[in-house]
């Protein structure tokens, strides 16, 4: 029998003010708590929503000559476009960076 449930999917607009672990944690709680994506723990969810943030906050430092070639330009799109979280996750690879930049500390 063939599981026809779609994934959940939503798009977290993305902020300078996502540049912060306590909102981080207090929107991932709210994800969390009413089940809006399934299939992550509270802490995915968190590090996921920083790691984009962190990401886009701390492009605004990286030299120009960098941010113009082909794959800081993707990922500079990648995150600018917010956070999407889809049930289940990213990959693991993914999770373990999300992870790391968690652990980081924070320049902005």
Known sequence: MENTASKK??????TLELNN????RKLAGEIYEHHEITGMSLSQLYCEIFAHAYVFSVFRFIPGFIKNTAPAKRIYRSVADGVDLEDDGDSLVRRIFYRVIWLMPSFA
């Open 9 to 14: 999917y939503m798009n977290i607009p993305m």
């Open 21 to 24: 672990k306590e909102l981080c």
